[in-house]
């Protein structure tokens, strides 16, 4: 299919907000997944990501330390 094939955009499309699934958290839910089309997508922040992997979980917990030492230094 060609750009000259398809149809003309006649409404502007519909951006579906949603915010992290974890109750509480006011953050933007931008990661998420399905297991299937038949089951709704559920989305996380990255800090409450169920599935992080091991080097994730790492960088995450050193960026929390990092900005709780320049807390208590402030």
Not at 18 to 23: M, P, S
Not at 58 to 68: G, N, P, S, T, V
């Amino acid at each position: 299919m060609s750009d000259i094939d398809k149809p003309t955009l006649t409404n502007a499309p519909q951006m579906y907000v949603h915010y992290c699934e974890n109750e509480g958290c006011k953050q933007w839910g931008g990661w998420g997944n399905s297991p299937s089309p038949a089951v709704p997508t559920r989305s996380w922040c990255f800090a409450h990501f169920p599935h992080k992997s091991y080097e994730q979980e790492q960088a995450l917990r050193q960026k929390l330390e990092a900005a709780e030492r320049r807390n208590i230094i402030q």
